[in-house]
Antibody
Framework: EVQLLESGGGLVQPGGSLRLSCVASGFTFSNSVMRWVRQAPGKGLEWVSSIRGSGVDTYYADSVKGRFTISRDNSKNTLYLQLNSLRAEDTAVYYC???????????????WGQGTLVTVSS | EIVLTQSPGALSLSPGDGATLSCRASQSVSSSHLAWYQQKPGQAPRLLIYGASSRATGIPDRFSGSGSGTDFTLTISRLEPEDFAVYYCQQSGSSITFGGGTKVEIK
């Protein structure tokens, strides 16, 4: 059974930093593209970042580029998202999600974690 | 960036009613890259439909997807009490974007 368990959310002041973690199980993590998706309170879903299985290739939404860093530790089956220079508009539930992929092509998200809430406020 | 516009924003219906949800893309999307999700309060999204028309594992056949190019539709044939939720479309053909969602609420 695939499981994704996020942690690391909390209350942080504007300009602050936070690191989110997502521990994965039930599939071959090192072979899998992984992504972060966020959802502001009462709003829709927004893709944030992606990383390939090797960890070499990373991708970001324009809204977080230069401030957030995605990474992974395949020896620990863990995905990370480092959030720096946080703004009020970064307040959201952050989901770790696994897309269904074949080769270099990915389609839909077939597994999601339960999410971790990040609140940016003074 | 491909913008997905969902309509209507909300639907007020009764159990047993049918529902038709629309997702319109700002440019053509390959059907293989169009998916639908259901989200209930406090829960993560759940995959319903992938490839525009294929039901995910365990999804009842009252849910169906159709469409191509820039116009896609999610149809729920007979609403069950557990179907009242927010529904999102998503494309992965060019970057990754989601529609703004359609809330199906009890009338």
């Amino acid at each position: 059974e695939v499981q994704l368990l996020e942690s690391g959310g909390g209350l942080v002041q504007p300009g602050g930093s936070l690191r989110l973690s997502c521990v994965a199980s039930g599939f071959t993590f090192s072979n899998s593209v992984m992504r972060w998706v966020r959802q502001a309170p009462g709003k829709g879903l927004e893709w944030v970042s992606s990383i390939r299985g090797s960890g070499v290739d990373t991708y970001y939404a324009d809204s977080v580029k230069g401030r957030f860093t995605i990474s992974r530790d395949n020896s620990k089956n863990t995905l990370y998202l480092q959030l720096n220079s946080l703004r009020a508009e970064d307040t959201a539930v952050y989901y770790c999600a696994k897309p269904h992929c074949s080769g270099d092509t990915c389609w839909y998200f077939d597994y999601w974690g339960q999410g971790t809430l990040v609140t940016v406020s003074s | 960036e491909i913008v997905l516009t969902q309509s209507p924003g909300a639907l007020s219906l009764s159990p047993g009613d049918g529902a038709t949800l629309s997702c319109r893309a700002s440019q053509s999307v390959s059907s293989s890259h169009l998916a639908w999700y259901q989200q209930k309060p406090g829960q993560a999204p759940r995959l319903l439909i992938y490839g525009a028309s294929s039901r995910a594992t365990g999804i009842p056949d009252r849910f169906s997807g159709s469409g191509s190019g820039t116009d896609f539709t999610l149809t729920i044939s007979r609403l069950e009490p557990e179907d009242f939720a927010v529904y999102y479309c998503q494309q992965s053909g060019s970057s990754i974007t989601f529609g703004g969602g359609t809330k199906v609420e009890i009338k």
